[in-house]
């Protein structure tokens, strides 16, 4: 015997630490995270370094970024990126990537969600 | 020494007989219970496992299956750790015997991964299990980010898609021997080519799909085996490890770190090396997935050249996944760790009911587990009992 249950749930979700990171994401502009100790720049933000210091700066990079791998089909399309002034690579939708495209930049992601989005542009890969 | 007196292992597949999760937590305990020669009352432990709420619309599961099961009065929690919620719960289980906190514990796992949800729901849910506020709501599916991770792995051992479709055809045959299995099928590599794309490089048919069902083990601490269960095979070893949840803050975004540290400290307690695993059901949630597991847990040297000998096919070097695998029996959520350590505890004591049975089983069993992208791993050794 089944019963139906319809349970919406509104969320109101608190970014906490990752504010700063979220609120430029919704502005379409990158703030890394820039460890005191050694400089390495994470972007998605690491709250830790991997040289264990947990003390960091905002620091604002680009928001342009080399696409390194990625994958797309019926779930979409999504890469492997690293931004350029990140020490780190991130996971991002890919929006009107033609199959040459290797650079993108970010944009402000329509919605109330902060959405890694990038468009591609026509520029060389930077070494 | 901790002894897996109990095992079973319900169907699993998209479950509209008119049974719930309940039923099958009950079908299955029931069943290891009967196997193991205990009573009820000597069940003193219950570790549940269930990946999610949203898909019980339970919390505080536990506490209503120990209801169920008769088991009033004994410790009873939840373990939950993604796609590793099982394997941990049989971790947490096998500790407190060790550690004598319980003579005997039932580890119980189940979700209704398939039924009680609309599969768009379940895989919007799922989108959550990596880090909510990047990959989670940038909306990239678990089949894209693990697509990612299997193309870094993928360009690093020369794999392509015929070594995925290999994994799908065998994992799938051998569901066939099993009656309790979601997907026993007989592909050929163009139905698999001609699969549509989800996120390359994979197709519908190199993934695991959703579904129901339950498993269950009982252990008992080496003092309080039941006379009847002497030859039940013992927990051998176990290691659980974590890796970055984000693939992007990964130096090796292709590699299951966490698998192989997991895998090292499972071999460092029993004193074994990863060369003395004579079977092993491994966590294939993908195709990929399955291979890179297999290369993290040092099973090979050359994984391209041994996927395609068949040096894991039920009749190679290392059989893996002679239940189908999280592709080929099925992917209950909460159920799949302990369901793989069932299947090990069984296949080593010759009674599995798949036709793959080996004649003569090994000594050792790997059960491997894990939950995001690899990001929480837990494997259990296994050692067949004495006769
Ligand atoms: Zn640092």
């Known amino acids: 015997m089944i019963f139906e249950l319809d349970l919406p749930l509104e969320y109101r979700l608190e970014a906490g630490w990752l504010a700063r990171w979220a609120e430029a994401l919704m502005q379409g502009t990158a703030l890394a995270r820039s460890c005191r100790q050694c400089g390495r720049a994470s972007f998605v933000p690491e709250r ?53 495209d290797r650079r993108g930049e970010l944009i402000a992601p329509a919605g109330s969600l902060p959405k890694l989005i990038i468009r591609p542009i026509h520029e060389e890969v930077p070494d | 020494m901790v002894s897996v007196v109990g ?31 205990l009573e009820r009352a000597d069940i003193d432990l219950l570790a549940c496992s269930s990946e999610s709420d949203f898909f019980t619309l ?22 939950e750790g993604g796609g590793a919620s099982g394997q941990l719960a049989v971790h947490a289980a096998a500790n407190a015997v060790k550690s004598g906190q319980a003579r005997h514990a039932a580890v119980v796992g189940f979700d209704p991964s398939a039924s009680q949800l609309p599969a768009a729901t379940v ?42 479709a290999k994994v799908t055809i065998q994992n799938r045959a051998n569901a066939l021997g099993n009656p309790g299995a979601h997907l026993g099928r007989r592909h050929s590599e163009d139905e698999i080519f001609d699969s549509p794309v989800i996120a390359a490089p994979y197709r519908r048919l190199h993934c695991s799909p959703l579904s129901d069902g339950a498993a269950a083990i009982v252990l008992s601490a080496n003092d309080f ?53 004579g079977l092993a059901e491994v966590y294939d949630a993908y195709a990929g997935a399955q291979l890179q597991a297999i290369e ?54 010759g009674r599995h009911r798949s036709s793959l049975q080996p004649a003569m089983p090994p000594r050792f069993a790997l059960a491997d587990t894990h939950g995001g992208v690899c990001t929480t791993a837990a494997v259990t050794i296994l050692e067949r009992g004495s006769q």
């Open chain 2, 225 to 277: 085996v039941p006379g009847s269960r002497r030859s039940a095979p013992r927990i051998r070893g176990i290691g659980a490890a974590s890796d970055k949840p984000r693939l992007g803050a990964r130096n090796s975004p292709g590699q299951f770190r966490a698998k192989s540290a997991a895998m090292r400290k499972a071999c460092e307690s029993a004193g074994l090396e990863p060369g003395d695993i």
């Open chain 1, 48 to 100: 830790i370094c991997d040289c264990g210091c947990s003390e960091g700066s905002w620091k604002p990079v680009p928001g342009k970024a080399t696409v390194i791998r990625r994958t797309s089909g019926l779930d979409g399309n999504f890469g492997f990126v690293r931004f350029d002034g990140a020490d780190t690579c991130a996971v991002v939708a890919l929006e009107g990537f033609e199959a040459g």
């Open chain 2, 123 to 164: 895989k919007e849910l799922y989108g959550y299990s990596f880090d909510a506020w990047t990959d989670g709501m940038t909306g990239a599916s678990a089949t894209a980010l693990y697509a990612l991770s299997a193309r870094f792995f993928m360009q690093a051992h020369g794999l392509d898609e015929g070594h995925l």
């Open chain 2, 296 to 349: 993290a847990l040092g099973l090979t040297d050359d994984i391209s050249c041994d996927s395609l000998d068949g040096a894991f096919g039920p009749g190679g070097r290392l059989p893996v996944n002679l239940s189908g695998g999280l592709m080929g029996q099925g992917a209950p959520a909460g159920a799949i760790g302990v369901g793989q350590t069932a299947a090990c505890a069984l296949f080593l004591e």
């Open chain 2, 7 to 37: 095992a079973a292992i319900t169907e699993f597949g998209r479950r509209i007989d008119g049974t719930s999760f309940r039923d099958w937590a009950a079908e299955a305990f029931e069943s290891a219970l009967s196997m193991s020669g």
């Open chain 2, 58 to 79: 339970q919390l505080n599961p536990a506490s209503v299956i120990a209801g169920d099961l008769g088991l009033a009065g004994a410790a009873t929690f939840r373990v």
